[in-house]
């Protein structure tokens, strides 16, 4: 396959989520907007995960091909992540449909954490593309690593929007091992580094 059909590929993968949500969406006569603000967000969620797990992944399995594969849409991942948070906000703007008791609602903890994780995932978005990598340089790392508080504060809107917080640490968990194996790793190789 080209490198153009693999991207292609990997872009209608990502977008078949919010396909399917934008069919059911509309095919629905009354929809209760609140279970498509549900799924765009698990699906942003997903998305953000999937896109820190892979590094950890790298480190601990090696070079392996799914790993090899994913790593080059990883920047994709991180755009589709955003893309389904976009489309979670503006479907809760929707369904709320009064700026008064969502600016209201802002400050909440729940939804402060929420609009946090939006912010730090706008910064990493825009940088996302071959200009703003050039542009940046090195400090495009530094962006890009927005998403760690992103992530984090993701889970903390999940855990108090909804109840029981069985279904994110079920979805936050691995990546929470991934990146201790990580960080092991990491210290392990120091520390013989520092012996030899």
């Not at 153009?4 to 907007?33: Q, V, Y």
């Not at 108090?160 to 979805?171: F, K, R």
Request: aromatic content about 10%; some cysteine.
């Amino acid at each position: 396959m080209t490198e153009r059909g693999e991207k292609l590929l990997g872009w209608t993968l990502l977008a078949l989520p919010g396909a399917w949500l934008a069919l059911t969406l509309a095919r629905t006569p009354e929809p209760w907007l609140a279970d498509w603000i549900a799924a765009s967000g698990l699906w942003s969620a997903r998305f953000l995960i999937l896109a820190l797990a892979l590094t950890p992944l790298q480190r601990l399995f090696g070079n392996r091909r799914a790993i090899r594969l994913l790593l080059r849409h990883r920047r994709a991942i991180g755009v589709a992540a955003f893309c389904y948070t976009a489309a979670h906000v503006a479907l809760y703007v929707v369904d709320m449909a009064d700026w008064g008791a969502i600016l209201g609602e802002a400050v909440i903890p729940s939804m402060l954490a929420g609009w946090g994780a939006m912010l730090a995932m706008l910064f990493p978005f825009l940088a996302s593309s071959d200009a703003a990598m050039r542009l940046l340089g090195k400090g495009w790392k530094r962006v890009q690593r927005l998403a760690y508080p992103a992530t984090l504060l993701t889970l903390v809107h999940w855990l108090l929007v909804h109840d029981g917080a069985g279904e994110a640490l079920l979805h936050f968990l691995p990546l929470g091992l991934l990146q201790l194996a990580r960080l092991h790793l990491h210290l392990t190789t120091t520390k013989k580094a520092i012996a030899t």
